[in-house]
């Protein structure tokens, strides 16, 4: 039988010079490949957080009204579920809604008072609305690497004219060693380590009986003295009262040198801390592992007094986070009239 002349036609082939571009358009690909699914990870990821966080406002707006009281929805590094006073590993920010009890604490005690702050004499001039976590309404993870912010306003003040509200605040990244317990089963120890931890603060977002966001708790009624020829500042927050001890856990900080002083009381920068809490009106959430990709983090680190910033002085972390968050991170505001949260359109 005869062949056919199409099956006598030799096959085609690659030459040489199109496999080598193909051999390099593929890589290329590759990259360009990852670099996308990378993004829409981290898309994903804040999305998540976001939504996360807007449900969890949302449902202590509704508490507040349904109880007629002060709802606050604030933050912390969350501890390990072996020992409170260990930071889980990897680190993440957690959502906690607290009520007020009725009460307001001096902060100074029951620490000796009163406290000394270099050579002058310190009043009992800070006090706190005392918060307890809400029974039946559990905590929130965000997601690894996604941090919370609000706006510094009256921290960091800029000569400049509508500067003073472009710095934000966020959560401390902590540093220390964990040791594990000698005892079997027995919960590990936590070290903290003040070079390497960043300094970070409490910020919460207050509800009112009526669902509206407040910036200050309108009950609250203080009489406040202060010294006439030291100290004349006196301040009224709140804080969430972890321990049950009824009073803000200060830890070991000591910023300024010399004694105990009520300073350390608004700053976080130990697991076990029970910051005064700052209230904003909004919120920013960010991607916090991108940022310390961009900028230099090691400069971030430290709890000493130049990690505070001063007026027209914001710490490394506070001026690179802050840029950060004005250019990538979700908004989430409220109402003016109903407090219902929401994500803000870039």
Request: aromatic share 8%; proline share 8%; no cysteine.
């Amino acid at each position: 039988m005869a062949r056919s002349s199409h099956n006598l036609r030799p096959r085609a082939a690659f030459t040489l010079l199109e496999l080598l571009v193909v051999m390099g358009i593929l890589p290329v690909l590759a990259v360009l490949s990852a670099v996308s699914v990378g993004k829409v990870t981290r898309d994903a990821k804040l999305a998540n957080a976001t939504n996360t966080l807007v449900a969890a406002l949302g449902n202590a707006r509704a508490i507040a009204i349904r109880d007629n009281a002060f709802v606050m929805v604030t933050f912390r590094i969350a501890p390990d579920r072996r020992a409170k006073a260990v930071p889980r590993e990897p680190q993440v920010v957690q959502i906690v809604t607290a009520r007020w009890t009725g009460e307001v604490v001096t902060a100074e005690t029951p620490l000796p008072n009163p406290n000394t702050y270099g050579a002058e004499v310190m009043e009992d001039d800070v006090f706190a609305d005392r918060f307890v976590p809400v029974p039946g309404v559990p905590t929130r993870d965000l997601p690894a690497g996604v941090m919370v912010g609000g706006p510094a306003f009256g921290f960091i003040t800029d000569a400049s004219v509508g500067q003073n509200d472009r710095y934000w605040r966020t959560l401390p990244r902590l540093a220390g060693t964990v040791v594990a317990s000698t005892t079997p089963g027995g919960p590990p120890t936590f070290t903290p380590d003040l070079a390497r931890t960043e300094l970070g603060w409490a910020i919460g977002v207050l509800f009112g009986p009526d669902g509206r966001v407040l910036s200050r708790n309108p009950q609250q009624v203080l009489e406040v003295v202060t010294s006439g020829t030291g100290n004349q500042n006196a301040y009224v927050k709140s804080f969430v009262d972890f321990d049950g001890d009824g009073f803000p856990r200060r830890g070991t900080t000591n910023v300024f040198g010399g004694g105990p002083v009520n300073v350390d009381y608004f700053i976080y920068d130990e697991p076990l801390d029970e910051p005064l809490v700052d209230y904003v009106p909004y919120l920013a959430v960010f991607n916090d592992a991108e940022a310390r990709d961009r900028f230099d983090a090691a400069a971030w680190r430290g709890t000493g007094a130049g990690a505070i910033g001063g007026n027209g002085a914001p710490s490394a972390r506070v001026r690179d986070q802050s840029l950060f968050i004005d250019e990538q991170a979700d908004r989430i505001t409220f109402n003016r009239y109903t407090g219902v949260p929401g994500i803000a359109t870039k």
